[in-house]
């Protein structure tokens, strides 16, 4: 299941001076063409403009019983406008979402919860709540029933994306888009990492289990995570010292682990979600971080395969693209769901 990197047909780099200029000028200054137009002429990305106060003051903190499981959210936006539900990845939290929503909360309702193991949800213990990637997906489509989502776009990123893939499995009525950012679902996309989860997947035990736990350690969570193929005077401490902050607490390292082991259900279901990708052809943007150590450039690329008219765009970052890119990202977002909701 490993392979090695291979360049994609077509590598984009969307540069941040770019971005900054367009919004200081109040132009459309990207020209970004979609990999499945590449035969067409460059489509201008629109810049995102001044971020509006009332976003930035707006964003509320709440709390929404699913079951024994308490999820903690952030939302901003209009009630009434299309909703787009953020799903984090490991080792974060909804933190991650913080510089995105307000550049988006004028147009659109965001909700970023955390998952269960994760930021500020309050979930039981081992004993009473299995870890997998199944109740993740139970607690967060209970989560969407609970607010009362009829449709919505999904953002997933890396354990957002088993996890919202399978929610759209579920009900793919609801699902109006997908932005797949470094959130990964074909076997290509896996890079040459995973051999110590690998090994945890194929023969669980006590060694191969302790042998996954560097992965949680705070070295691997701030140079392999955040600082590996980003720069790194851009990246701020904020998310990494939060993150393994959550990690230290009792029990984490354990769920985790857990969850680590449970992974191998993700890659036993990348043939369902490719199923689903082709039989119901959502709207997908795919915006990924070039230099992830962990999900390659060729994963984002598979997505044009089962969705012929898929959208992919490479960002020079890495894993967290949000942390260098937020604005970058925002722009494709604004440009991409502009087109595609308003046809819906």
């Not at 132009?27 to 063409?33: I, M, N, R, S």
Request: include cysteine.
């Amino acid at each position: 299941m490993t392979t090695p990197i291979q360049e994609p047909a077509i590598t984009i780099n969307v540069s941040r001076r770019q971005t900054l200029a367009a919004v200081a000028v109040g132009a459309a200054a990207l020209l970004v063409p979609p990999l499945s137009m590449a035969a067409t002429p460059a489509k201008t990305i629109p810049a995102v403009g001044a971020v509006d106060e009332n976003a930035l003051n707006d964003v509320k903190y709440n709390t929404q019983k699913v079951g024994d499981v308490e999820v903690f959210y952030r939302e901003a936006g209009p009630v009434n406008a299309p909703v787009i539900l953020l799903l984090h990845g490991f080792p974060t939290s909804s933190h991650m979402f913080r510089n995105l929503i307000p550049l988006l909360a004028d147009k659109y309702r965001l909700i970023a919860p955390d998952l269960p193991g994760f930021g500020n949800t309050q979930a039981p213990d081992r004993a009473a709540f299995a870890y997998t990637f199944d109740n993740l997906a139970n607690v967060i489509g209970g989560f969407t029933d609970a607010l009362g989502l009829k449709h919505y776009a999904i953002y997933a990123f890396d354990y957002g994306a088993p996890t919202g893939f399978r929610l759209a499995m579920a009900h793919p009525e609801r699902v109006t888009a997908i932005i797949s950012q470094n959130g990964n679902a074909y076997v290509e996309g896996l890079s040459d990492q995973w051999g110590a989860w690998q090994d945890y997947w194929h023969n669980p035990s006590a060694q191969t289990r302790e042998a996954c736990r560097a992965s949680l350690s705070a070295d691997t969570i701030i140079n392999f995570q955040y600082l590996h193929g980003a720069d790194p005077t851009r990246v701020a401490p904020d998310g990494y010292t939060l993150d393994i902050a959550y990690m230290a607490r009792p029990d984490a390292e354990e769920k985790q682990l857990d969850l680590i082991l449970d992974y191998r259900t993700n890659v036993a279901l990348y043939p369902e979600f490719q199923k689903y990708f082709r039989t119901h052809q959502p709207p997908l943007l795919a915006v990924w971080g070039k230099n992830d150590p962990a999900f390659i450039p060729p994963g984002a690329v598979a997505y044009s395969r089962d969705i012929p008219k898929a959208e992919v765009h490479f960002l020079n970052t890495g894993h967290f693209a949000l942390e260098t890119h937020s604005l970058e990202v925002a722009s494709l977002m604004r440009e991409f769901l502009g087109r595609k909701l308003s046809k819906a």
